[in-house]
């Protein structure tokens, strides 16, 4: 059973389909992020997507890695990802799932984290550095957690690799929009529609597609063959420029994509 993967069918059943939110945790402090995400459930977003700070953001764009820069710098510790996943399913009824790099959840401890996050009432993880072949110890950890497990496809992405992709995910797989680090665009790449309908000859049943993602009218065009519609940069910077107040008001325009 998977909550995000439910999540995302009901919400093609009653809408265009499902937002999915970006928020890193620690920014621009543990509690003003933890609002924000909690501003997000109320505001349209179905599931939100809580990044961990990380020292080398390999797929993050400047607005992000400034972001989760800061929260780093201000004393950031994977337990306060804990803490903000636990106070925001505690306020807010969406799944929460955590982005990480791989290497902080090695050093945590696989099975440590994976209980812990449960414990806190995550839904699972979103890896973009981790990719089936090396997941073995997260795959038997997710399994016993009953956590989801999110891995990502990309444009350049062999026939062969999407399959097993689309069989170790959990929860959806992560269509990758184009070929780079995240960041707002003023057009969405094309070559998304074609990852997705590569995806569904490979199984996949719930695509949603992230990376380039700004504004409502982005949202409703990727719905129109995706599952969900991921976005991050445009949501962080409203919090840095304007707040949990802003980061609403984004929220709720991009959550009008999502009507039929």
Do not use: H
Not at 74 to 80: K, Q, S, Y
Request: proline content about 3%; hydrophobic content about 45%.
């Amino acid at each position: 059973m998977s909550r995000v993967a439910d999540t995302i069918a009901q919400r093609n059943r009653e809408a265009g389909g499902a937002l999915i939110g970006y928020l890193p945790a620690g920014f621009p402090d543990l509690q003003t992020s933890i609002d924000a995400a909690v501003a997000l459930a109320e505001n349209g977003v179905d599931i939100i997507e809580l990044g961990l700070p990380y020292s080398d953001p390999v797929m993050d764009g400047t607005v992000i890695q400034a972001a989760t820069q800061q929260a780093l710098a201000n004393g950031f510790r994977l337990r306060d990802g804990m803490t903000a996943v636990r106070e925001i399913t505690a306020r807010a009824d969406v799944p929460v799932l955590v982005m990480t790099y791989w290497n902080p959840v090695l050093q945590y401890g696989v099975d440590r984290f994976a209980d812990e996050l449960a414990a806190a009432g995550g839904a699972g993880l979103i890896t973009p550095d981790l990719i089936p072949d090396e997941g073995a110890e997260w795959l038997a950890a997710s399994d016993r957690a009953g956590l989801d497990r999110v891995f990502l496809a990309a444009p350049t992405s062999t026939d062969e690799r999407l399959r097993r992709t689309v069989e170790a995910s959990r929860g959806f797989v992560y269509a990758v929009s184009t070929m780079g680090i995240t960041g707002a665009r003023a057009d969405v790449d094309a070559a998304a529609r074609t990852l997705v309908g590569r995806l569904r000859e490979a199984g996949s049943t719930s695509a949603c597609v992230g990376v380039g993602i700004s504004t409502g009218a982005q949202v409703r065009e990727v719905l129109e063959y995706a599952d969900g519609a991921i976005v991050g940069s445009a949501l962080v910077k409203a919090l840095a420029d304007g707040g949990v107040d802003a980061v609403a008001r984004t929220a709720a325009e991009l959550a009008g994509g999502t009507a039929r």
